[in-house]
């Protein structure tokens, strides 16, 4: 069974720019979550959809959006690019039926804005 | 608010030695906790999880052990190996709502 699948691996953009990060979940999951981890910082969670529909934001602006398709795969954007948004961002999938569900990572995209 | 924090960000141990990394939680109403292993350039990689009707669980060499009282989480790793040089993170869950995650504690481990 394929793993979670990012696209692109690296991105480089500059300020103002916008951009739109793809991840196909594993074959069956239902729910998608994306992280933006930053050296320090830890995950810091941005949202989760399950079955087409958000089911948890964290606290990012606006300018983050996603959204999730009807096969599960998911694409988050970010527009009006800022310096602090250079990060590594990380889609997580699971089945997305109960809670006590591990989730599993994709290998992320790492994004950096010049 | 809620979250999930690491005692120590960095851990140093000997090849052959046993590691344990913590970690604390603020929400009481957690009930579920995974602990997770990182590499350099790759994402988060799933170790072990427990509910939180239990208090300790065993897998392949990693052991977790969760006391609900004190809101602590800790893994254990024992004979620990250079593949085991990592960031380990804990993520904490009530119910459907959001994973909060710790902010990970790198392990060397010296040969």
């Known amino acids: 069974k394929a793993g979670v699948t990012q696209t692109p691996r690296y991105l480089i953009k500059t300020r103002g720019q916008q951009v739109t990060l793809s991840c196909s979940p594993i074959?069956?999951?239902?729910?998608v979550s994306w992280y933006q981890q930053t050296p320090g910082q830890g995950l810091q969670f941005l949202f989760e959809?399950?079955?087409?529909?958000?089911?948890n934001k964290g606290n990012f602006p606006g300018r983050f959006s996603g959204r999730q398709f009807s096969n599960s795969r998911s694409e988050m954007n970010v527009s009006t690019l800022e310096l602090g948004d250079s990060a590594l961002y990380l889609c997580?999938?699971?089945?997305?039926?109960?809670?006590?569900?591990?989730?599993?990572f994709g290998s992320g995209t790492q994004l950096s804005v010049l | 608010g809620e979250s999930v924090g690491l005692h120590l960000p960095t851990l140093s141990v000997q090849e052959g030695d046993n590691s344990i990394i913590n970690c604390a939680y603020s929400n009481s109403a957690s009930d579920y906790f995974i602990w997770y292993k990182q590499e350099s350039g790759k994402g988060p990689q799933f170790i072990i999880d427990?509910?939180?009707?239990?208090d300790k669980r065993q897998g392949q060499r990693v052991t977790v052990l969760l006391n609900k009282t004190v809101k602590h989480l800790s893994l254990q790793i024992a004979a620990t190996q250079p593949g085991d040089s990592a960031v380990y993170f804990c993520?904490?869950?009530?119910?459907?709502?959001?994973?909060?995650f710790g902010s990970g504690t790198k392990l060397n481990v010296k040969p």
């Open positions: 993520a904490a869950r009530h119910n459907f709502n959001k994973f909060y």
């Open positions: 427990i509910r939180s009707n239990m």
């Open positions: 074959s069956g999951h239902r729910s």
């Open positions: 997580a999938s699971s089945y997305g039926g109960r809670a006590n569900e591990k989730l599993f």
């Open positions: 959809y399950f079955s087409e529909t958000q089911r």
